[in-house]
C-alpha cells in the first residue's frame, strides 16, 4: 500500500462528508429524523464502494477505508477522559444514579434477548453463530464505531460477518429510535407524561445543551472556554505549538498506553494460561483500553498540575472528526453480501432488541426516576436504541426549555456508563466471555445482570421516594 493510496483514501472520505453536509440541508426529512451527516455520506459511500454498483477507485484505497474504522476508533475513545474534571463520587451518585441503572438495564438487558433468542431459536433453526448474541448491544448501545471496532475480535473468534452486521444493526437502531422514540413522544405528550412544571433551566442544563448542538468552530469554542474561565491561556504561555497540536499528542499518548496494556494483557495471559489463553486475550480490541490509557494521561496532568494542556472543546472535537470520518469509511466499506445469509437472524435480533428497549421504557422507567420520568428515560432510550444524539435529539423534543434538568444527569451518566457498556470494557469483553463459556452460561450471568440492573433500579426509585 502507498501512501498516495492513502491521500486519495482520504480525499475520497472528505468528498463523501461533504456530499453528506450537502444532502443533509438540502432534504428535510433528513434533519427532521435526525440522520447524522456521517451516516448520510456512508450510505451514499455504499453506491461507490468495494460492494456499491459504481465502483470509482482502485482495491487499495477500499482496503484503506476499511482498515480505517479499527484506527480511529480508539482515538475517539481515548479523548473521553482527557481534559474532563471528574465530579466527586457523592455528586455522581446523585445524579447519575437512576439513569445509570436505567441504562445498565437497557444493555444487560440487550445481551440476554439476544443470548436467549439464539440459544433457544436461531441456533437450532438455523444453526446461527453464537456470537450474534452480542450484535443488539453493539448496534444498539455501541453504534456504529463500536460495531466498526469490534470488528477485529468477531472475525478472530469467528464471524467474519461480525462488523457489517453490527454496522447494519447500528443503522436500524438509529433510524428506529428517532422513529419509535419521536412516537413515545406524542403518545407522552397526549397522555400528560411529560413535566409540567414551570421552572427554569439551570445554567448548567442551557451550557451542556448548546455544546451538543452548537455547530461552532473550534476556534469559537475555544474562545468561549477562555472567556468562561474553563481555560487559562496565560497558563500555556510557555507552549509555543498549536494548542491542536497538542491535544493530539495528549489522544496519541493515550492510545499508545492502549496499545502497551493490550500487549502486556495478552504476555501476561500467555505465561500464566498457555498459547490458547493468549490467543483469546489477542481479541481483545485496542480501544477500551485507549480509553484508560486517556483516564491515565488526564490523571497524570492533574497530578502534575497541567491542566491546561488538555481542552475538553478540543478534545471533543478530536473525537467527532475521528467518528465521522469512522461512520463514513465503514459505512462505504460496508460487506453487503455477509448480510444476505444472516438477513432472518438478524431481523429476529433486531426485533428483539426493539421490543426490549420499549418494554423496558414503558415498564420500568416511572419506577427508576423520581420526577420527569419521561425525560430522563427517553435520552436514554434514544442512546440505548441509536446515538448518543438520538437520546438529544428525542431529550429536546420531549424538553425543549430543559425544565427537567434531564440532560444534566444524562451527561453525568455517561461518565460511570460508557467506560463499561455502550463500547466500554463489558461490550469488548462479552464476545470473548461468550466464545468461552459457551450460550448457557452468559445466558445466566445475562440475567444475573439484567435483574441486578433492574433491582438497582428498584431500589434507587424507592429510596427517593422516601426522601
Sequence with gaps: MKLFDVLVAFAGLSLLLLAGITLRRKLRWLRQLGIPEAL?????????????????????????WAQTPGVLISLVFATLFLGQRLPSPRQLWQRAAGQTAFGMTLGFGQYLVGALLVWLV??????????????IEVGFEGGHGTAAGMGDTFADLGLASGEALGLAMATVGVVSAVLIGSTLVVIGRGRSWLSAEESQPSAGSLLQRAAHSDPMSAEAKLAQEEAAGLSDPTASASVTIDGLTVNLALAGAAVGLGVLLKEGITRLGGVLGGAATADLLN?????????????????????????????PVVQASVGSLAMDVLITAAMASLNLPMLEDNWLPFLLLALAGLAWNVAAFLLLARRFFRDHWFERAIADFGQGTGVTATGLLLLRMADPMGRSRAMESFSFKQLVFEPFLGGGLITALAPIALASWGL???????LLLTVASIAFGLWIGRRAQQT
Excluded at 288 to 309: E, F, T
Design 40 to 64: 448520510v455520506a456512508g450510505l451514499l459511500g455504499l453506491l461507490i464502494g468495494p460492494f456499491g454498483p459504481l465502483r470509482i477507485f482502485p482495491e487499495q484505497v477500499y482496503t484503506v
Design 122 to 135: 436461531l441456533q437450532p433453526l438455523f444453526g446461527t453463530n453464537p456470537l450474534m448474541a452480542c450484535l
Design 283 to 311: 481479541a481483545i480490541p485496542v480501544f477500551p483500553l485507549a480509553m484508560l490509557g486517556g483516564l491515565m494521561v488526564q490523571l497524570l496532568l492533574q497530578w502534575r498540575r497541567h491542566n491546561d494542556l488538555a481542552s
Design 440 to 446: 448457557p452460561r452468559f445466558n445466566a450471568v445475562a
